[in-house]
């Protein structure tokens, strides 16, 4: 999943209006900005693999500190804490649902490669083994989800601009023949990318002068 990610984004956006929508979108992908930092660490481990499953040409060989549903409600319960430190308790509750939803998204797509308790236990729906029904599912939550968030919007060029760029960019990366990519390099590709679309998310929602 991806969009998957943004579109529970856009619906605790609607739920908790104070809190702008480029932190959601931090949240969402917290676990994997996580993963992709201790893979360049050499921490987690993953691998190219051209048959992985239909969507994702990268195996996730060694991921217990972030991936796991262990670890994710751990770095969820830390996010709550410290958020509710540094903020208040709606924000901590807020963002560590964000957080933790990555690990249940992630649940329907995957392959058997989620861990439940560290390293073991991995599970996974499967839906990226069929791989139209994943895509028209995933946008059409994302569709979904931006339409509730911005139905009532008096400007809607900003949004519109924002839902766009997110499908058309990851559109091809779905279909598009892959060659192989050294894992640190789709890393630091990954890892950018997180950080532009918080940076759309947050000029979405700008003052215009």
């Known amino acids: 999943m991806f969009v998957g990610h943004y579109a529970v984004g856009f619906l605790l956006k609607k739920k908790f209006n104070e809190i702008p929508l480029w932190v959601f979108f931090i949240a969402v992908q917290f676990v994997d900005i996580l993963a992709f930092s201790l893979v360049l660490l050499g921490v987690e481990k993953m691998s190219y693999n051209p048959t992985a499953n239909p969507f994702l040409r990268t195996s996730i060989d060694y991921v217990p500190f972030t991936h796991s549903l262990s670890s994710s409600l751990v770095i969820a319960l830390i996010v709550f804490l410290v958020i509710w430190k540094l903020k208040s308790k709606t924000w901590g509750i ?100 997180y950080f532009i679309f918080a940076a759309l998310a947050w000029w979405t929602e700008r003052k215009q002068n």
């Open 94 to 193: 807020a963002l560590s649902i964000g957080v933790v939803s990555h690990w249940f998204i992630d649940f329907t797509a995957h392959t058997p490669d989620m861990p439940l308790l560290f390293n073991s236990y991995k599970v996974g729906l499967g839906l990226w083994n069929y791989p139209w029904i994943a895509f028209s599912l995933e946008i059409g939550f994302f569709l979904g989800a931006g339409y509730y968030l911005y139905r009532d919007a008096e400007n809607l060029k900003r949004p519109i601009i924002l839902i766009a760029l997110l499908v058309l960019l990851y559109t091809p990366t779905m279909f598009a023949p892959e060659g192989e990519m050294p894992v640190a390099v789709f890393s630091i590709v990954s890892l950018s990318l």
